[in-house]
């Protein structure tokens, strides 16, 4: 079976615009959560779904939304880039919401803004 | 409020020494599961191990061994007779609600 899959892999984009980033998750799998990795700094929590809802939300502002789709994949959008937003993405999927399941992460998407 | 803290930010050893990563967290939950991560120059976060706050008991699973002390909250994590494809940086991770909280790493570097 195929892992969590993540695209693009690499995204540059200017200070003010708006980027989607998607994840797949693996199959069967209901639960998506997003991380974001500033180089250097460890994973910090951005959203979790679970069956279309959302489940949580970490301290990020409005700027971030998801959503997951019928198909339980998921998208990330960042509005109003800022420089600080650059950073790795990582995508993170589950067979239940409950956190102490495993979760198998994808490659992610290095988000540069400029 | 949950934090993880990992005091060491880099270990370099020479290949087949043992390589011990020291992991503190904090948190009010009763249950709680720990985890430990390795993430390769590649990006991708890979599993190592989870032990849930009940059990106390060190493992070994072939060359990782953890030590876990509830009453000091540390979680500390080894690898024994290192290669140099465990070059990696390693995070410890504690369980919350919805999400994980994760360290700041420790970037092992084994040299051959």
């Known amino acids: 079976d195929a892992g969590v899959t993540q695209s693009p892999t690499h995204l540059i984009k200017t200070r003010g615009q708006h980027v989607t980033l998607r994840c797949s998750p693996i199959s069967g799998h209901k639960s998506v959560s997003w991380y974001q990795q500033v180089l250097g700094q460890g994973p910090q929590f951005i959203f979790q779904?679970?069956?279309?809802?959302?489940?949580g939300r970490g301290n990020f502002p409005d700027r971030f939304s998801a959503r997951q789709f019928p198909n339980y994949s998921s998208e990330l959008n960042v509005n109003a880039l800022l420089l600080g937003d650059s950073a790795l993405y990582l995508c993170?999927?589950?067979?239940?919401?409950?956190?102490?399941?495993?979760?198998?992460f994808g490659p992610g998407t290095r988000l540069t803004v400029t | 409020a949950q934090k993880v803290t990992q005091a060491q930010t880099e270990i370099s050893v020479v290949e087949k020494e043992d390589v011990t990563l020291d992991c503190v967290y904090e948190t009010r939950d009763t249950t709680y599961y720990l985890f430990w991560y390795k993430q390769p120059p590649s990006g991708e976060l890979v599993f190592l191990i989870r032990?849930?706050?009940?059990?106390?008991q060190n493992e070994i699973s072939g060359r990782y061994s953890w030590n876990f002390q509830k009453s000091t909250s540390s979680f500390n994590f080894t690898i024994t007779a290192s290669q140099v494809v465990d070059s990696a940086v390693y995070f410890c991770a504690l369980s919350g609600v919805y999400k994980l909280s994760f360290g700041a790493g420790t970037t092992v570097t084994v040299r051959a």
């Open positions: 779904y679970y069956e279309k809802e959302e489940r």
């Open positions: 032990r849930n706050s009940f059990d106390e």
């Open positions: 993170a999927s589950s067979f239940s919401d409950r956190v102490d399941y495993e979760q198998y």
